[in-house]
């Protein structure tokens, strides 16, 4: 419609590349992190993500696995439930108001206290759009993800 063909190949094609090399990057991980993304906790109600969700699928993405694969969508879990899931890292959108969270009220609520990322301090926030918008962006956030889950293994993307 456009009369832009060409162009809309070489994007694909590029979209495509990015894709296989943070595939490849994250390929070599023995042990994926469990990671939680947490939507909201207002009110102290901890709104998660689990499997069949935009949030699942950039946690796979970057290599690792999400902690909460029980139910799909997004839904309302319990203290026991973030406890038992054991979460090496907590995810985040990076926003203000009723949804945001700093990391250390974050880590003191009861549900997260107990948890690895909560002794090791590890929340990672980002751009939502960015994050889980699933446009050209993905595989750099998905890159970029990954760096910061496995900083050590996974470089940051370029540009």
């Known amino acids: ?20 090399e943070t595939a ?10 469990k990671v939680v993304f947490i939507l909201s906790t207002a009110g102290g109600r901890v709104m998660a993500a689990g499997k069949d969700s935009h949030a699942n699928g950039i946690i796979e993405l970057a290599g690792a696995k999400n902690a909460f694969t029980g139910f799909s969508g997004y839904k309302q879990v ?6 038992g899931a054991a979460p090496d890292v ?11 969270a700093s ?8 549900a997260f206290s107990r948890t ?3 002794n090791k301090k590890r929340l990672i926030k980002m751009d939502g759009m960015y994050l889980l918008g699933f446009g050209p962006r ?3 956030a998905a890159r970029e993800l990954a760096s910061k889950l496995y900083p050590e293994t996974v ?4 540009g």
Do not use: C, W, Y
């Open 90 to 100: 907590i995810l985040m959108m990076d926003r203000g108001g009723d949804h945001d």
């Open 1 to 20: 419609a456009l009369g832009a063909a060409g162009k809309g190949r070489a994007l694909a094609d590029s979209i495509q590349t990015r894709f296989a």
């Open 138 to 140: 993905t595989p750099k």
């Open 78 to 83: 319990t203290d026991e439930a973030i406890i």
């Open 24 to 33: 490849m990057a994250v390929s070599d991980i023995k042990n994926p992190l």
């Open 116 to 118: 690895p990322a909560a």
């Open 155 to 158: 470089s940051a993307p370029e």
């Open 103 to 110: 990391a250390d009220s974050l880590f003191d609520m009861p």
